[in-house]
């Protein structure tokens, strides 16, 4: 008995009862389809977390001031208040590993425009704050250096602003009101969208750091000052020389907290992920169940398979089948069933992952990998439960499986 024959006859004992097979395949099927289902949901979180936090600034370096801890207590407030345009001028000088940098101040309060008003967020910002942020100007343009310097009252303002504010009409040059402080419009961001974190990136006004500290805020120190690396790969090392160089500005002794803390995105994302590959592994793992009830249904149709058709495995001995013919006889049965519960399972999982991005918005991506990885653990799955019933069925005495009812 060659290898095709036990294949036919394995395909052939199928089909002879398809109610039985296809219902010993729907723990396979379930199980296949719910692991694609939720690696391609895993997957596509993982990418969305991953664009939504570049579309931040992939390469941005965030330094924020933060207090000092003090025999387990916090220092007072103004540990708070750390950063100082001074840091933000060595950084800018001495840091080689930098791209871009940018102080950054910001405060909340009511625009007013006309009879329309809104209320929102003012950033005090340098030029640079739109490259590090990869953010692009869609009508007018930014503010420069010389508006940095001369204290200039002018904005640039988000789409949502926009839309709040000047509905239907174009902002550029008309005046803006926050906290009783005019400004004028001189440009309009590009729509940014939400963040990961559900902020509204374009509900935003952008002015010069100077006016903002000055004429609004009335303060000296910065919130933050935010960079941008070289690139993707620097980015690590350049929080390092960042650090180094705000330990020796502030004078920072090797025993003692520093008083800020330097932040990249390649961080914030990497968090994500792992949060993300934690969750998709723990999903997986539930939907794996099914895959194991689904093992244990086809051992036991199997098991019950071997029973009915003792006579014939009796009969197919008697003529010379040996006790491997026999064994592969009903383990190839069993990895077919197997096999066609994992396709059907595949089909279906392709088909609930489009019907979940298409209903319910939800981010997926299927990879060519858990495809293959479904297959493999299905013609294992089909081997490991089967391996029993078909060793039971090899080892049957020729004389009494004849004699069997």
Known sequence: MNFTNLLKIAWKAILLNKTRAMLTMLGIIIGVAS???????????KESIKKNISSMGANLITIRPGAGMMGGVRSDPSAMQTLTLADYNVLKYQAKLIKEISPLVN???QSIAGSNNWPTSIYGTSPE??????????EGSMFTEDDIESYAKVAVIGKTVQENLFP????????????????????????????????????IIIAPYTAVQKRILAQTYLQSIVASSQSEEDSENAVNEIKSIMENQHKIKPDEDNDFNVSSQQEIISMFSSTSEMLTILLVAIASISLLVGGIGIMNIMYVSVKERTKEIGLRMAIGAKENDILMQFLIESVLISITGGVLGVLIGLISTFCIQ?????????????????FVVCTITGVFFGWYPARKAAQSDPINALRYE
């Not at 739109?130 to 869609?138: M, N, Q, T």
């Open 168 to 203: 239907n009409e174009d902002p550029i040059g008309k005046m803006i009101r926050f906290k009783n402080i005019p400004f004028k419009v001189i440009g309009v961001l590009k729509e940014k969208g939400e963040n990961t974190f559900g902020q509204d990136q374009d509900d």
């Open 358 to 374: 298409q209903f319910a918005g939800w981010p997926v991506s299927v990879t060519a990998s858990s495809i293959v990885i479904s």
């Open 107 to 109: 405060g909340s309060g």
């Open 35 to 45: 692991v694609i289902a939720m690696l391609a949901i895993g997957e596509g979180s």
């Open 129 to 138: 704050y739109l490259k590090i942020r990869d953010w692009g100007v869609d």
